[in-house]
Each structure stands twice: as C-alpha cells, then as structure tokens.
C-alpha cells in the first residue's frame, strides 16, 4: 500500500509541474505586455516599471516561473490588481461559502441518485427505469445556470417561497442561511444528481446479477434486503469514484450557479475578477481548482483501493 | 444467405450503408429520433436567413417586450423589441458552428496526439501523456474559463477554449484504440509486407477508429453546446448584438419577474440541443458497441 501511495504520488509530480507551467502562462498567453493587463486602465509608465521590477518581467521566462513557484510554494499568490488583497486571502474569505454551496448541492445530488439510480436498477426496462434513464440524460443537458433561472422563477418570482440570492451565514440565521442555500444547490446538484444515478443504475445491475446474490436469495433473504443491505453497498462503490471527482470540481460549478445567484463564493469572485482584469486572483483561482481536482483524483485511486479489497495495489 | 450482404457490400458501396442505416432505424429507434431532432437542428441553422421572419438585431423600440403568440411575433420581443423566433432560429446558426470548429478542434488536435503516442509509444508517448494528463488536471469549464479570459472574451477565442478542452478525450480515446488495433494481425501482416507506419495509420488504423470516435464527436457536441452557452451567459463568449442563446438567458433573466420567455425559451433551445446530440451519442454507442448490443 505505502509503494502504491509513493508511486502515485511520483506520478503526480509532473503532472503538478506542466499545471503550474500552464497557470503560470495564463498571463502571458495574452497578447501584449502582461503588465498591461494586470494594470488595467492605470497604465503610467511608472506603474508599468513597476510591475515589471515586482514580477521580474524584465528576466528570462524560466526565471520568472521559477520565482513565482517559490512564491506559490510559501502561499504567496500575489496581490489582487483591484483590491491590493493578498489573493491567498481575498480566497479564503470565499472558500467556505463554496464549500457549503458545494457540499448540501452534493447531499442533493446523492438523496435524489441513489434511490431512483436503484429502483432503475430493480425494475429494470420498467416505466421507472425509463424515466429514470430520461432524467439522466435530462439532467446532463440542462445548463445548471438554466436550471437556477428556472427554479428563480418559479420558487423566487412566481410562488415567493425562497430568495431571489444572496447568502445569509449559518452562524448569524441558520434558518435564513437554508432558505438561500436551497435553490443555488438544486441547480449546482442537478448535473451530478443525473451522473451519479447513471452510475448507480448500472452498478446496481451488475451487483445484482452477480452470484452471491442469488445466493443470498435463496438463503432466504428479502428481497429488500437483499437490495438495501447486500447490493447497494457493494454498488455504490463506483459511486464514490464519481462522488469524489465530483468533490474536487465544485469550484467549476460554482462558477456559473454562484453568478446566477449571487452566492458570494469563489466562483463568482473568479467571473468578478475576469471583468475587472484581475489576473493574479484568476491565476489563483485556477490553480487552486487544478489542484483541488488533482488531490481528489489522487484520494479517489487510494479510497477506491481500500473500499474494494478486489482492486490489487502491485 | 449470410455471404449475399457482403458481396453486395463489395461492387456497391451505397447499399450496405443503406440496409445498414434501415436496420439500425429498426432495432435502435431512438437513434433515429435523435438523429432527426439533431438533423432538424442543422436544417434550422441553415435555413434561419430564410425563415426567420424578421431581422434578428434590428431595433424596434416601439415593440418592445411584446408577450409570445403577438401578431407578427410568434414568440414575442425582447427589451429592444428585437423577434425572439428570428433571435432564437439565428441563435442556431452560432451554436453549431461553434460546436463544430471545437469538435474539429479537439479531434484534429488530440486524434493526431493519440495516433502518435499510441502508434509509436515510447518517449513521444511519455511526453504526450503527461501533456493530456496536465490538460485533465483542470475542471474542463474552469480551463475554458482560463483561456477565454487570457484571450478576450469573445466568440473565436470560446471556440479555441472548448476546442483544447476537449483535446484530451480525444487523444485518450485514440491512444487506447490505436494500442488495440496494434495487436492486431492484420497490422503485424501490412507491417511485414513492408508497409510504411503512416500508410498503415491512413489506409487500417484510421477506418477502424471511426465508429468509437463519431460517438464520442456526437457527445463532444453537446458538451460544446452546452460550454459556449455557459461562457456566453457568463459574458465570455458570444457579444451582443450576436443573437447568441446563452447570452440571450443573460439578458433575458433581468426581466424574469415580468417577461419570463426572454431567458426560458432560449434556455429551452440549448437544453433541447443539448438533449438531441446526448441521446443520439448515448443511442448511436448502444446501437454500435458490440458488448452493449449483447
């Protein structure tokens, strides 16, 4: 097990690397003088001088990556061109919003995906199973920012029963702060409601037609027993792969809900930061959601490993 | 009985692909249905300049936020009482293009990728992999996001944006295939009659990529629909006055409490684009995957 962690972990190493070559060249992928864009509409040749000296603009690029991974490598991300916060900060301040967003989006998800992804599975080729397989695919074509305008309407606008947006702590009014987290999280979970019951469906089917089943049946066994306790353990267990990587890309959903709902996340301070040509909070954010999905990828691999004793680690 | 298809399928090469596409029509009807919807889409985008009944950006202050089924304006009008159908049949016209240079974009980029890493492995597979394997290391929106932001949010740069993003499927995809096919004898037979490694690639591995990689064109699709809507609504993608879908939600949500229509009918046109290229790509791989057809 430890030479299986070691050996992913090595092979993370480069992948690592050519992520923050490629956060790094985020600036200057753009055409023109990267201190042009991180100045914006201030553009005196002082203040260009300036960036130049701060970022070593002047050095070879090789330098300049090298100084900005030292930098990164102390959780140094730089200063917002906006605010003049550390982006380190100006982060972390909106981490736990998403976080929260992202983790009742993901309760959602899974309390619609496990039982019907099931009942598709128990009767399959059923009604059921046909609707079921209509909202999967449904639920993957649907934009989520649709999604959000639609329930907005409805729910919001029409019946008065939730807020438009915005976002109330659970600390100061945790009644409140679920009355604005309820929408935003129906449409960040929906897509993965949808993926994560495809999932379910057919690792059900599989579970179910294997031979300890039959036996558990005719043992005697209920046949809801026989589904909630010997199956669906085992089933859910591709599940969680999903649910994992799910995890790691919350930020790329919440990019669009949190707009749609004003949700004062992460992901609304990366759109905020693009208009107002705020590269080093973008730069951050990026590298920040590469990474989240990098380290979920790599808890996925070795939770995967110790949940199925099947899976060998040589 | 069994041998008459195949003889046919030697002196005319039209015919089998019409039995084929009758039989596929009668045991798999959703790819029929799919196909249709997803044909009716292209015919709209192509048609739109003569069927839409009204200029898409032209201006009509006077007949601004007129409600659906309005004389003259079968879905109504926007705030500049611009027609929602001619916005809406016009809309077609961006998004499909836009799919169809970020489809080609992946697939050239990351077909050529899989056919080289796959095909000669070794250091140029090493390199190319860690390449994809950095390239998956980014949520897909969050990249596309990244780049358009480097570029300049507009239509071009969406394009390029869902393009690389979708490079990488392509080239796992046809990396694992061209491995397959390798091991084939009939690779090891064309190779030991001294074929050269692109006459192989061209005339054998290249035709029998194609049904894997045509499913997976038609599920990219969607997925590049469904991102140019995200990255114009978002204000990165298509800019006004293009009569774009994702960016008319955008518009339209501002009116939501009293003119719904302006976000939910263009909102419907991405879903239902969107569904059509899903299920035809979910269909056409059940219908073509010899395991799943079991």
Same mark, same amino acid.
């Given at each position: 097990?430890?030479?299986?962690?070691?050996?992913?972990?090595?092979?993370?190493?480069?992948?690592?690397?050519?992520?923050?070559?490629?956060?790094?060249?985020?600036?200057?992928?753009?055409?023109?003088?990267?201190?042009?864009?991180?100045?914006?509409?201030?553009?005196?040749?002082?203040?260009?001088?300036?960036?130049?000296?701060?970022?070593?603009?002047?050095?070879?690029?090789?330098?300049?990556?090298?100084?900005?991974?030292?930098?990164?490598?102390?959780?140094?991300?730089?200063?917002?061109?906006?605010?003049?916060?550390?982006?380190?900060?100006?982060?972390?301040?909106?981490?736990?919003?998403?976080?929260?967003?992202?983790?009742?989006?993901?309760?959602?998800?899974?309390?619609?995906?496990?039982?019907?992804?099931?009942?598709?599975?128990?009767?399959?080729?059923?009604?059921?199973?046909?609707?079921? /397989?209509?909202?999967?695919?449904?639920?993957?074509?649907?934009?989520?920012?649709?999604?959000?305008?639609?329930?907005?309407?409805?729910?919001?606008?029409?019946?008065?029963?939730?807020?438009?947006?915005?976002?109330?702590?659970?600390?100061?009014?945790?009644?409140?702060?679920?009355?604005?987290?309820?929408?935003?999280?129906?449409?960040?979970?929906?897509?993965?409601?949808?993926?994560?019951?495809?999932?379910?469906?057919?690792?059900?089917?599989?579970?179910?037609?294997?031979?300890?089943?039959?036996?558990?049946?005719?043992?005697?066994?209920?046949?809801?027993?026989?589904?909630?306790?010997?199956?669906?353990?085992?089933?859910?267990?591709?599940?969680?792969?999903?649910?994992?990587?799910?995890?790691?890309?919350?930020?790329?959903?919440?990019?669009?809900?949190? /707009?749609?709902?004003?949700?004062?996340?992460?992901?609304?301070?990366?759109?905020?930061?693009?208009?107002?040509?705020?590269?080093?909070?973008?730069?951050?954010?990026?590298?920040?959601?590469?990474?989240?999905?990098?380290?979920?990828?790599?808890?996925?691999?070795?939770?995967?490993?110790?949940?199925?004793?099947?899976?060998?680690?040589? | 009985?069994?041998?008459?298809?195949?003889?046919?399928?030697?002196?005319?090469?039209?015919?089998? &692909?019409?039995?084929?596409?009758?039989?596929?029509?009668?045991?798999?009807?959703?790819?029929?249905?799919?196909?249709?919807?997803?044909?009716?889409?292209?015919?709209?985008?192509?048609?739109? +300049?003569?069927?839409?009944?009204?200029?898409?950006?032209?201006?009509?202050?006077?007949?601004?936020?007129?409600?659906?089924?309005?004389?003259?304006?079968?879905?109504?009008?926007?705030?500049?009482?611009?027609?929602?159908?001619?916005?809406?049949?016009?809309?077609?016209?961006?998004?499909?293009?836009?799919?169809?240079?970020?489809?080609?974009?992946?697939?050239?980029?990351?077909?050529?990728?899989?056919?080289?890493?796959?095909?000669?492995?070794?250091?140029? $597979?090493?390199?190319?992999?860690?390449?994809?394997?950095?390239?998956?290391?980014?949520?897909?929106?969050?990249?596309?996001?990244?780049?358009? &932001?480097?570029?300049?949010?507009?239509?071009?740069?969406?394009?390029?944006?869902?393009?690389?993003?979708?490079?990488?499927?392509?080239?796992?995809?046809?990396?694992?295939?061209?491995?397959?096919?390798?091991?084939?004898?009939?690779?090891?037979?064309?190779?030991?009659?001294?074929?050269? +490694?692109?006459?192989?690639?061209?005339?054998?591995?290249?035709?029998?990529?194609?049904?894997?990689?045509?499913?997976?064109?038609?599920?990219?699709?969607?997925?590049?629909?469904?991102?140019?809507?995200?990255?114009?609504?978002?204000?990165?993608?298509?800019?006004?006055?293009? +009569? $774009?879908?994702?960016?008319?939600?955008?518009?339209?949500?501002?009116?939501?409490?009293?003119?719904?229509?302006?976000?939910?009918? +263009?909102?419907? &046109?991405?879903?239902?684009?969107?569904?059509?290229?899903?299920?035809?790509?979910?269909?056409?791989?059940?219908?073509? $995957?010899?395991?799943?057809?079991?």
């Amino acid at each position: 097990m430890t030479t299986y962690v070691l050996r992913r972990l090595a092979l993370m190493v480069p992948v690592a690397f050519l992520v923050t070559v490629g956060v790094f060249m985020l600036i200057h992928l753009s055409p023109g003088d990267p201190a042009l864009i991180l100045l914006g509409e201030d553009r005196s040749p002082q203040a260009i001088a300036a960036i130049h000296q701060e970022l070593g603009l002047d050095k070879p690029l090789y330098v300049q990556y090298v100084t900005w991974l030292g930098r990164v490598a102390h959780g140094d991300l730089g200063r917002s061109v906006t605010t003049n916060q550390p982006v380190t900060i100006a982060i972390a301040e909106r981490l736990p919003a998403t976080a929260e967003l992202g983790a009742v989006a993901l309760i959602w998800s899974l309390l619609v995906a496990i039982p019907l992804g099931t009942i598709a599975a128990v009767r399959r080729g059923s009604l059921a199973d046909h609707i079921a /397989t209509g909202i999967t695919v449904g639920g993957v074509s649907i934009p989520n920012f649709f999604i959000g305008i639609v329930l907005i309407f409805f729910l919001s606008v029409t019946f008065r029963l939730f807020p438009f947006g915005g976002y109330v702590p659970f600390n100061q009014d945790p009644v409140e702060n679920l009355r604005h987290i309820i929408l935003p999280a129906i449409a960040l979970g929906t897509a993965g409601a949808a993926i994560n019951m495809r999932f379910t469906r057919s690792s059900m089917i599989e579970v179910l037609n294997n031979d300890y089943i039959r036996t558990a049946r005719a043992k005697g066994a209920s046949w809801r027993r026989v589904v909630f306790i010997h199956a669906l353990k085992n089933a859910l267990i591709p599940v969680v792969t999903i649910v994992g990587l799910q995890i790691g890309g919350i930020i790329e959903g919440a990019v669009v809900t949190e /707009t749609v709902f004003t949700w004062p996340g992460v992901g609304r301070l990366a759109v905020e930061s693009i208009f107002n040509r705020d590269y080093t909070v973008v730069q951050g954010i990026v590298l920040l959601a590469a990474f989240s999905y990098l380290v979920a990828n790599l808890l996925v691999d070795l939770v995967y490993g110790w949940l199925d004793p099947r899976i060998s680690y040589a | 009985m069994s041998t008459a298809p195949a003889l046919v399928a030697a002196e005319v090469p039209v015919g089998p &692909a019409r039995v084929g596409l009758l039989e596929l029509g009668r045991t798999h009807p959703r790819v029929v249905l799919a196909g249709g919807l997803v044909l009716l889409l292209f015919l709209v985008a192509l048609l739109a +300049p003569f069927i839409s009944p009204h200029d898409p950006i032209a201006v009509n202050a006077d007949n601004a936020y007129l409600p659906p089924l309005s004389p003259g304006h079968a879905l109504g009008t926007d705030e500049l009482g611009r027609d929602l159908l001619s916005r809406m049949l016009w809309g077609a016209r961006v998004s499909l293009p836009v799919a169809f240079v970020a489809v080609a974009v992946g697939l050239v980029a990351g077909g050529l990728i899989g056919l080289v890493s796959g095909y000669f492995g070794g250091v140029a $597979d090493l390199l190319l992999m860690r390449l994809i394997d950095a390239l998956l290391a980014f949520p897909a929106l969050i990249l596309a996001i990244a780049i358009v &932001a480097a570029l300049g949010p507009n239509l071009t740069n969406a394009m390029i944006a869902i393009g690389i993003v979708a490079i990488p499927v392509y080239a796992r995809l046809v990396r694992a295939l061209v491995l397959q096919l390798k091991q084939m004898e009939f690779i090891a037979a064309s190779r030991s009659l001294g074929a050269t +490694p692109l006459r192989i690639v061209v005339r054998h591995v290249i035709p029998n990529l194609l049904t894997p990689v045509i499913v997976q064109v038609t599920l990219s699709a969607g997925f590049a629909i469904l991102a140019e809507a995200t990255l114009s609504f978002l204000g990165l993608g298509a800019q006004v006055p293009t +009569p $774009d879908w994702g960016q008319m939600i955008n518009s339209g949500a501002t009116f939501l409490e009293n003119d719904p229509w302006l976000a939910i009918v +263009p909102g419907a &046109a991405i879903s239902i684009t969107v569904f059509s290229f899903n299920l035809l790509g979910d269909s056409l791989r059940d219908a073509l $995957d010899p395991r799943l057809r079991s």
